[in-house]
């Protein structure tokens, strides 16, 4: 998967595909809400497994019945690269599943 930095285009153009996603400074950010602790403590386990699984990992934040995540790409100096676009659109698809919105 490549590491090159996207552009600041690139970057607003694939921010469209994902609504609930934005940009913070150099990283994507994105807070789902769910029913209940218990909920959003299962979707953080299920985050790790696909962030093992793509090898890219975000910060994740725990709240009561959210869960925030900030994620860049480390290897290519904490630019924001295709695979923090792949990890969110993985999150994206798994999120109806756990009932987060
Ligand atoms: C050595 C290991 O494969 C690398 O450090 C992986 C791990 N997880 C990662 N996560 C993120 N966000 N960026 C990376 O560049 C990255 N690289």
Same mark, same amino acid.
């Given at each position: 998967? @490549?590491? +090159? @930095?996207?552009?600041?285009? /690139?970057?607003?153009?694939? =921010?469209? /595909?994902? @609504?609930?996603?934005?940009? /913070? ?5 994105? $807070?789902?809400?769910?029913? $209940? #602790?218990? !909920? !959003?403590?299962?979707?953080?386990? #299920?985050? !790790?497994?696909?962030? +093992? +699984?793509?090898? %890219? #990992?975000?910060? =994740? ?11 860049? $790409? %480390? ?5 924001? $690269? &295709? ?8 999150? &994206?698809?798994?999120? @109806?599943? #756990?009932?987060?919105?």
């Amino acid at each position: 998967m @490549p590491t +090159e @930095p996207l552009s600041q285009k /690139e970057i607003e153009d694939r =921010l469209r /595909e994902l @609504p609930g996603w934005s940009q /913070e400074g150099d990283r994507i950010a994105r $807070t789902y809400r769910l029913g $209940t #602790h218990f !909920a !959003a403590t299962a979707m953080v386990v #299920h985050i !790790a497994q696909i962030q +093992e +699984e793509l090898n %890219h #990992h975000s910060d =994740l934040t725990l709240g009561y019945n959210t869960v925030g995540l900030t994620v860049n $790409t %480390h290897d290519a100096g904490g630019a924001i $690269t &295709e695979r923090d676009f792949d990890l969110a659109a993985r999150v &994206e698809k798994i999120a @109806p599943s #756990h009932g987060a919105n």
